[in-house]
């Protein structure tokens, strides 16, 4: 029931922002996301204008979705629970991207978030922490692109094969520089390094963090400066700017 | 024998894809006559990634080695997949 039109009720808002009402007064409680209280000890309302502001920063509801200490699933339209799913998604990325592009350029950014996507679902298979699947949302007017999911990260699925790894920054490095794979003996681990050479040959931008881990590459972070950050991720964020 | 990469689709990005691939189009490779030159042709081909290309090709490469070609190779995403695999000089 809207108590006023820039009100919207919990259930209704729920929907709109395609998680659980239960999500939503965690995000409350932990001031995530606030409602608006009428009344001592009254309903939860959310304002249209917050509303709108959430969905459109798909970059922060990404974000939000691969931090939340409680999986749920993302909204529907990024969404992608399997990687049949993102394949078709692709498939409709890469058309409508090269009506705007030059086709080579297309086919390399389509080719980075390709394999950014796949990796996910690669390591991650039959193994996922909670919610399967990947997010994955784009903006052609920005050209931006977000991949994100909750899966178990770099550092997990590396020190399978490379022990000594002690933290999240180290393990991210060298899944950017070396050929090393968390699914040995298979011949893998090319995958990163495919991304970050095109990235970096093209000066396109790319965001990734795992854990606490994240890099900023771009062709004048060429060799692959890590940064730490106080918000802890298990699994991986990635945004690519072309 | 010509292989036209195209009829697998034109977007070939993961891993179980270029797996699924080569198993699939395997037993039409044991047509292969003795020195028999393989072209695969990439003419069509939209985008590719160094994962299709590793699990389809790698096998390819190690049954036949010297005797694949790789052929219309110019799509970006083609060049720097082969590049990062190393698979260049069958271009």
């Known amino acids: 029931m809207n108590i006023d039109s820039g009100l919207v009720a919990i259930g209704r808002a729920a929907k709109i922002l395609g998680v659980s009402i239960d999500t939503l007064r965690r995000w409350d409680k932990s001031a995530k996301f606030t409602s608006v209280r009428i009344g001592v000890g009254g309903n939860r309302y959310y304002r249209r204008s917050d509303l709108d502001l959430f969905m459109n920063d798909w970059f922060a509801v990404a974000k939000r979705w691969a931090m939340d200490a409680v999986g749920y699933e993302p909204s529907p339209e990024y969404y992608c629970r399997t990687r049949d799913v993102f394949q078709a998604r692709l498939e409709n990325f890469q058309s409508s991207l090269v009506k705007n592009q030059e086709p080579n350029l297309a086919s390399l950014i389509s080719a980075i978030v390709g394999e950014i996507g796949n990796n996910s679902f690669d390591h991650n298979l039959g193994n996922w922490p909670d919610i399967l699947g990947i997010y994955f949302a784009y903006s052609l007017s920005e050209k931006r692109i977000v991949l994100a999911d909750r899966g178990l990260g770099i550092l997990t699925t590396l020190k399978k094969v490379k022990t000594d790894l002690i933290n999240h920054k180290e393990a991210l490095k060298v899944a950017f520089t070396e050929t090393v794979s968390g699914r040995f003996p298979e011949s893998r681990g090319n995958g990163l390094k495919f991304v970050r050479n095109i990235v970096t040959q093209k000066s396109f931008g790319l965001f990734f963090q795992t854990g606490d881990a994240f890099l900023n590459l771009d062709a004048n972070n060429a060799d692959v400066k890590i940064e730490e950050t106080s918000e802890f991720m298990r699994g991986c964020l990635a945004v690519v700017k072309y | ?91």
């Open chain 2, 1 to 91: 024998m010509l292989i036209k990469l195209n009829k697998f689709g034109t977007i070939l990005v993961s891993r179980p894809a270029g797996k699924e691939a080569y198993l699939a189009f395997r037993p039409t490779l044991n047509r292969v006559k003795a020195n028999e030159v393989i072209d695969v042709d990439f003419d069509g081909i939209e985008v590719l990634t160094p994962s299709w290309a590793d699990e389809f090709l790698n096998p390819l490469l190690a049954a036949f080695k010297s005797r694949v070609n790789l052929k219309n190779t110019q799509n970006s995403s083609v060049v720097e997949s082969l590049k990062i695999l190393n698979l260049n000089k069958f271009v």
